[in-house]
């Protein structure tokens, strides 16, 4: 994470789930340490959901 997020945020249901919860430009952001991948929140529940559904 080069980029200084405004908030570090805290979710207990990503809680132990290798994930990191940011706000840069007022928006959410995931970053998932072990992938070493970012995802904007919206789209990182859409995909969770569209696999639980499934």
Known sequence: MRKRPKYLL?????????????????EVFIYRIVEMEKYKLDDYMKNRTAIVDS
């Open 10 to 26: 805290f979710c207990p249901e990503l809680e132990g789930m290798n994930t990191i919860l940011y706000v840069i430009n007022n």
